[in-house]
């Protein structure tokens, strides 16, 4: 009896100890992986500011496009307007979300010489069913995949300011996909200390 109870107690211990190192293991997992994950989202930021970095203080490339109401615009040629050049596509519910605060930023500054170009990567029919729907009161263009690899756009929505004298002034990568705050906190201010 002695033999098999102290045989049940040997037993019990060495699986708490088991059971001890797997909890420990598993927590230096969970700590690795949060590491990980910290460092990824580091990383991805500091890829984003160079991008931007990238842009910022120089003159927009001669780009000319084309709205799906036929009217043309020649990016290097637009002095004396300040243009928000926005990258979007269809799927995108951030680049959806920011539409209705660009229709209202487009409204309010438009008399001070705004421009809000929207240049969306989709087909023609998908940008104007977006259009219909959302009604979207700024200048939009379409089927632009190649305007967006040019400007090295690869996160949406994707945000140009660009000045009176045709310099890109800011690059706004990303918003929100539930409200707009991001148009009224980052961009907003931005135009308005341009129109000064």
């Given at each position: 009896?002695?033999?098999f109870r102290a045989?049940?107690?040997?037993?019990?211990?060495?699986?708490?100890?088991?059971?001890?190192?797997?909890?420990?293991?598993?927590?230096?997992?969970?700590?690795?992986?949060?590491?990980?994950?910290?460092?990824?989202?580091?990383e991805f930021q500091?890829?984003?500011?160079?991008?931007?970095?990238?842009?910022?203080?120089?003159?927009?490339?001669?780009?000319?496009?084309?709205?799906?109401?036929?009217?043309?615009?020649?990016?290097?040629?637009?002095?004396?307007?300040?243009?928000?050049?926005?990258?979007?596509?269809?799927?995108?519910?951030?680049?959806?979300?920011?539409?209705?605060?660009?229709?209202?930023?487009?409204?309010?500054?438009?008399?001070?010489?705004?421009?809000?170009?929207?240049?969306?990567?989709?087909?023609?029919?998908?940008?104007?069913?977006?259009?219909?729907?959302?009604?979207?009161?700024?200048?939009?263009?379409?089927?632009?995949?190649?305007?967006?690899?040019?400007?090295?756009?690869?996160?949406?929505?994707?945000?140009?300011?660009?000045?009176?004298?045709?310099?890109?002034?800011?690059?706004?990568?990303?918003?929100?996909?539930?409200?707009?705050?991001?148009?009224?906190?980052?961009?907003?201010?931005?135009?308005?200390?341009?129109?000064?």
């Amino acid at each position: 009896m002695v033999g098999f109870r102290a045989r049940v107690l040997i037993f019990i211990v060495c699986c708490s100890f088991i059971g001890c190192k797997s909890s420990s293991t598993s927590n230096n997992k969970r700590t690795n992986n949060t590491t990980k994950v910290a460092k990824g989202e580091r990383e991805f930021q500091e890829y984003l500011d160079r991008k931007k970095n990238k842009y910022v203080g120089t003159k927009i490339p001669e780009i000319v496009l084309k709205t799906l109401k036929g009217k043309t615009y020649n990016l290097s040629k637009m002095e004396g307007k300040i243009v928000l050049l926005n990258f979007w596509f269809a799927a995108c519910k951030p680049c959806i979300t920011e539409i209705s605060s660009f229709n209202e930023l487009q409204e309010k500054y438009k008399s001070k010489n705004l421009v809000i170009l929207s240049v969306g990567t989709d087909k023609k029919e998908v940008a104007q069913n977006i259009v219909d729907q959302k009604k979207m009161r700024y200048a939009v263009v379409a089927d632009r995949k190649d305007i967006a690899e040019r400007m090295d756009v690869s996160t949406y929505p994707t945000s140009f300011l660009i000045d009176q004298k045709g310099i890109i002034q800011q690059v706004f990568i990303g918003a929100s996909d539930f409200d707009a705050t991001h148009t009224y906190t980052e961009i907003k201010p931005h135009i308005e200390a341009l129109l000064k």
